[in-house]
């Protein structure tokens, strides 16, 4: 029973250190998209990943993409796409990849109510969040300088 509940400590203790390195740095973006998201206007939150392009690194955008998708699944609250997509367009950003998050809605084909949903792309091929952004109409994308 012990061994269970430290399993997920143990797999970060046996991660390669800049694996690791880059899931803890995702779970602390996460959490603050998170709180931006809850705290701020709308118009302020979705420009939390929207930060100066950083030094460029060695990290490839998958993997800050899979850095993200293992913090959320191990956070002990819900990550919807807008904190996964928040996170993901900072870290890409701030190791020196221009990653351009989008915004989009639609109405749900069924019981007609507005969506929203968030996708992140880094030269034109999405990152995270393209599975469901087909159908969405795009109405702003992030910083607005990215526009085509």
């Given at each position: 029973?012990?061994?269970?509940m430290?399993?997920?400590?143990?797999r970060?203790?046996?991660?390669?250190p800049?694996?690791?390195?880059?899931?803890l740095?995702a779970?602390v973006?996460?959490?603050a998209?998170?709180?931006?998201v809850?705290?701020?206007?709308?118009?302020r939150?979705i420009?939390f990943?929207?930060?100066p392009?950083?030094?460029?690194?060695?990290?490839?955008?998958s993997?800050?993409?899979?850095?993200?998708?293992?913090?959320?699944?191990?956070?002990?609250?819900?990550?919807?796409?807008?904190?996964?997509?928040l996170?993901?367009?900072r870290l890409l950003?701030?190791?020196?990849?221009d990653a351009?998050?989008?915004?989009?809605?639609r109405?749900h084909?069924?019981?007609?109510?507005?969506?929203?949903?968030?996708w992140v792309?880094?030269?034109g091929?999405?990152?995270?969040g393209?599975?469901?952004?087909?159908?969405?109409?795009?109405?702003?994308?992030?910083?607005?300088?990215?526009?085509?």
């Amino acid at each position: 029973m012990q061994m269970t509940m430290t399993t997920p400590l143990l797999r970060l203790y046996r991660m390669n250190p800049v694996r690791r390195r880059l899931v803890l740095r995702a779970a602390v973006t996460l959490a603050a998209a998170s709180a931006a998201v809850a705290l701020l206007p709308f118009r302020r939150a979705i420009t939390f990943g929207s930060v100066p392009l950083g030094t460029r690194s060695a990290i490839a955008p998958s993997e800050c993409v899979a850095a993200v998708e293992t913090a959320a699944r191990r956070l002990p609250w819900p990550t919807k796409c807008i904190q996964k997509g928040l996170a993901t367009q900072r870290l890409l950003r701030l190791t020196g990849t221009d990653a351009c998050l989008h915004y989009g809605a639609r109405h749900h084909p069924d019981s007609g109510k507005l969506e929203a949903h968030v996708w992140v792309s880094v030269a034109g091929e999405i990152v995270i969040g393209g599975e469901e952004a087909h159908g969405f109409a795009e109405l702003a994308n992030y910083p607005e300088a990215s526009r085509g």
